[in-house]
């Protein structure tokens, strides 16, 4: 496949979900964006259009250790979940962003729901 066929395809299943999927300020929505190297998580208040909490794999918190990407992915939603409750959040709803939910994005929602965030 193509590869602006495939930006395409996902961009179009990203707005598929983004009609149903909403976040407020006592449930944010916490969207997931995956690169090539690294995976980026943010709690997002569409009601207010601002960002509640945020992570990513570029920080320094993150130790890139032996599990590789799929590890960083987990410990980038372990702090996006500690963060949030530092916040007062306590449940969200999961906008994968158009990507499978398998790999990557599952090991960050899995990092997220041990650090206390639910959805």
Same mark, same amino acid.
């Given at each position: 496949m +193509? =590869?602006? @066929? @495939?930006? #395409?395809a &996902? $961009? &179009?299943? $990203? $707005?598929?979900? *983004? @009609?149903q999927v *909403?976040?407020?300020a006592g449930k944010p929505r916490l969207s997931v964006y995956r690169?090539?190297?690294?995976?980026y998580a943010q709690l997002i208040d569409d009601v =207010?259009? *601002?960002t509640v909490a945020a992570a990513s794999s570029l920080e320094t918190d993150v130790a890139k250790g032996e599990d590789g990407k799929v590890g960083v992915a987990k410990q980038v939603g372990t702090l996006v979940g500690? &963060? =949030?409750k530092d916040a007062g959040i306590t449940?969200?709803?999961? +906008?994968?962003?158009?990507n499978r939910y398998a790999g990557r994005v =599952?090991? #960050?929602?899995?990092g997220a729901r041990e650090a206390g965030l639910e959805f």
């Open positions: +193509d =590869a602006s @066929k @495939k930006r #395409l &996902r $961009q &179009r299943r $990203q $707005q598929r979900i *983004r @009609k *909403r976040g407020t690169s090539n190297t690294n995976i =207010a259009g *601002r500690q &963060r =949030a449940t969200c709803v999961f +906008d994968r962003g158009g =599952a090991a #960050l929602a899995e």
